[in-house]
């Protein structure tokens, strides 16, 4: 197997950073307990008011420590204060397998009216991708400064 083969095939997380208005998740102490609530890393980004941003794409950055991840491309935010065109965007050698994206009024995403850290619980999913470079959703119905968290799996490593 040559070494081209074998650099594609494996995976990794990617997460969306702004470094000034960003919280990891492993930060959140929701219920005050003196405890960190999540064991998942990454971050809600946010809030933002409406107007364009670009936040760095890392993959492989556990425990949200950058130093550890891969800086692999950008996230763009085009929000207007009704709806958000949301970019994500990768480098080769990277390509895109899937995205999760969630965009609201809330830091984090609810599931059950729980908080929830866990990208397959996010609202917006685009699955099997074609190991594409670039991805575009187009979120309505927001209003209000919103917090943005968006995840992916993507392959080049």
């Known amino acids: 197997m040559s070494s081209f083969v074998v650099f594609f095939l494996h995976r990794n997380s990617l997460n969306a950073i702004d470094g000034y208005e960003a919280t990891c ?12 609530d999540f064991n998942r890393w990454g971050w809600s980004n946010g809030p933002l008011a409406p107007g364009s941003y ?3 794409l890392y993959a492989a950055a556990g425990q949200c420590d950058l130093t550890k991840g891969t800086l692999i491309g950008t996230l763009t935010v085009e ?9 994500y965007h990768v480098n080769p050698p990277y390509t895109l397998v899937e995205t999760h994206l969630y965009i609201g009024s809330d830091y984090l995403p609810k599931n059950n009216g729980e908080y929830t850290v866990a990208p397959g619980q996010y609202p917006n999913i685009h699955s099997e991708l ?10 309505t119905n ?3 400064d919103i917090y ?5 799996t993507v392959a080049g490593f």
């Open 148 to 152: 943005v968290v968006a995840h992916g």
């Open 130 to 139: 074609a190991n594409v470079y670039e991805d575009i959703y187009m979120v």
């Open 25 to 36: 998740f492993l930060e959140y102490d929701l219920n005050q307990d003196g405890q960190n």
């Open 142 to 144: 927001l209003s209000g």
């Open 54 to 56: 670009t936040f760095d």
């Open 79 to 87: 929000y207007d204060g009704l709806a958000a065109t949301v970019t």
